[in-house]
């Protein structure tokens, strides 16, 4: 189906590792009281056809283009899952942002470490380390809510950060990137360098690594945003 010169009013959300869909409520509130149909992705965090097939399957059911949303490792996914044809435009928050060939690891290369981001592997998952999580992942967030945060997180799957994107739907659809510049899971460098070199239209805003908890205001108007400007179809 072709998204171009229809209204869109649907909005898929995905989330990144060691974390689940709840995170994204305010958002959800947000946008849902502005008259969008938003739908949240629960990604098994598996591997990246697993979390791709979560997507698609939650594109399927879409009644019209949409934008398509991810945070974190989310950016990999709606990535690869962006080439559905319902998606008309995609919004990176504080996301990674490969290109075909390419892996998520592979972003990191030359870039500066985040200490206090700090991954505990059990038998190949990587849970965030219990005493770094408010510090590395939710900084600006309550103490109760980085509590909560850290202890609902959903282990990953590590290999999938060494599985290659097989399209870059950024290639050919308008892209938006929200940046948290107080982000401690990613060197600020390789934020911007990533959302650059996509050609998207940056927001950077102070918060976090959970800016799409701590900064949902700032997250929704800019997928808002991109609802208003996608409507013109690839690029």
Known sequence: MSTTGQEIKNVVLVHGAFADGSGWRGVYDTLTARGYRVTIVQNPLTSLQDDVAATTRVLDRQNGPTILVGHSWGGT???????????????????????????????????????????????????????????????????????????????????????????????????????ATEDRAFDQAMLQHMATRIGAKVTNVSASHALYLTQSGVVSDVIVTAAQNATAGAR
């Open 77 to 179: 996914v709606i990535t690869e899952a962006g080439v559905h044809p319902k998606v008309a435009g995609l919004v990176y928050v504080s996301a990674l942002a490969p290109d075909a060939g390419e892996t998520t690891s592979q972003q990191y290369e030359g870039f500066a470490p985040t200490p206090d981001f700090v991954i505990d592997v059990v038998d190949g998952y990587g849970f965030l380390n219990h005493d770094k999580f408010k510090a590395g992942f939710a900084a600006d967030a309550s103490d109760d809510d980085a509590a909560f945060l850290r202890d609902a997180q959903v282990p990953i799957n590590m290999a999938v950060f060494a599985t290659p994107v097989k399209h870059a739907a950024w290639r050919d659809k308008p892209s938006w990137a929200v940046i």
